[in-house]
């Protein structure tokens, strides 16, 4: 019988997180999921339970260090040995630079950025003895160009993707696999349904992104031979610009 293990997800929302989850708790894993408030993730987490599969939901403020210690801890002490690691804080605000506050740049870096450097920190601690697991970060098209109006979110995506370079230059070696996924379009969500109905009305003739198609391309890198290791993805609809 396979090892049990543990599939983390940081920002396991309704769509692209939620379905992450779904898809690592199909293959067998004991999935834990994080908000800041546990209570929002109850319908995901009786959902994975009816369909047969082990979640956890965990209140968890990423951004605080002692916090993200306790978690993993917790994680590999109570449930299993962490496997995977998937970071998926979001972020995405538009504000002027005249208008951009020093809270609000920081805020956005400490949620984007930040927290996926304790994320990805604190996972490596736990797999590098064992040498083997996988850490993905979700990225953006803000993640490789600044928008206008998106200094603040840019800044800290293209934060997030340098962190995830470097790990994967010194973990790699060690085993462990790293690789940053950059989703570049428009996700079916409510908030793109709510914010962008012209782009929404595309979801029939698949003009915007499946989360679960999203979380099969994750399940794919985790499951890659290391002898043929995805370090960047990117994603987006068929009729997307790029």
């Not at 210690?69 to 995405?92: C, R, S, Y």
């Amino acid at each position: 019988m396979a090892e049990k293990q543990a599939a983390l997800v940081i920002g396991a929302g309704d769509a692209t997180g939620g379905a992450i989850a779904k898809r690592f708790a199909r293959e067998g894993f004991e999935t834990c999921v994080v908000r800041r408030h546990a209570d929002k993730l109850q319908p995901l987490v009786e959902e994975i339970s009816a369909a047969g599969g082990a979640a956890h939901a965990f209140g968890t403020d990423a951004r605080k260090e002692e916090e993200m210690i306790a978690l993993i801890d917790q994680i590999e002490t109570d449930i299993a040995p962490l496997g995977v690691a998937v970071f998926n804080i979001g972020a995405n605000v538009n504000f002027p630079i005249t208008e951009t506050t020093s809270r609000v740049y920081f805020k956005v870096w400490e949620m984007a950025a930040f927290a996926g450097f304790l994320t990805g920190r604190e996972a490596a601690r736990k797999m590098t003895p064992r040498g083997r697991g996988t850490i993905i970060f979700t990225g953006a098209t803000a993640s490789v160009r600044g928008g206008s109006g998106f200094s603040a979110f840019s800044g800290a995506k293209h934060a997030l993707r340098a962190l995830a370079q470097s790990m994967a230059r010194e973990l790699g070696p060690k085993g462990i696999h790293v690789a940053h996924s950059i989703i570049d379009g428009a996700i079916d969500t409510q908030w793109i349904a709510e914010n962008f109905p012209d782009r929404y009305a595309t979801k029939s003739d698949d003009g915007i992104l499946n989360p679960d198609h999203i979380a099969d391309a994750y399940w794919w890198l985790h499951t890659q031979p290391r002898d043929a290791w995805t370090h960047e993805l990117d994603l987006r609809p068929w009729a997307e610009k790029f």
